[in-house]
């Protein structure tokens, strides 16, 4: 599971599932009916890139998107003040 926060930690996901993958761009490009440069920009820029695209070119590799509240199921220490 990869956590995101940072546009800068998608783009290194971005790139890095593709390559687990096994794709080239022009591969995963092809798999979503875009060009090559258009999935280096994405990779490149993820924050101005829209959400389906994004969304389509994760589940071409294969993974998926997932939404998760971490600090909602939290256990606390204890003596801990929260």
């Not at 926060?5 to 979503?32: C, F, K, N, W, Y």
Request: charge should be positive; avoid cysteine.
């Amino acid at each position: 599971m990869y956590s995101v926060d940072t546009p800068q930690q998608l783009r290194t996901i971005l790139r890095s599932m593709r390559q687990a993958s096994g794709l080239t761009q022009a591969q995963l490009g092809e798999r979503i009916g875009v060009t090559q440069k258009r999935i280096a920009r994405i990779e490149a820029a993820p924050e101005v890139t829209a959400f389906d695209q994004i969304a389509r070119m994760v589940a071409a590799m294969g993974y998926r998107l997932v939404i998760d509240e971490p600090n909602k199921y939290k256990v606390s220490e204890p003596g801990a003040t929260w």
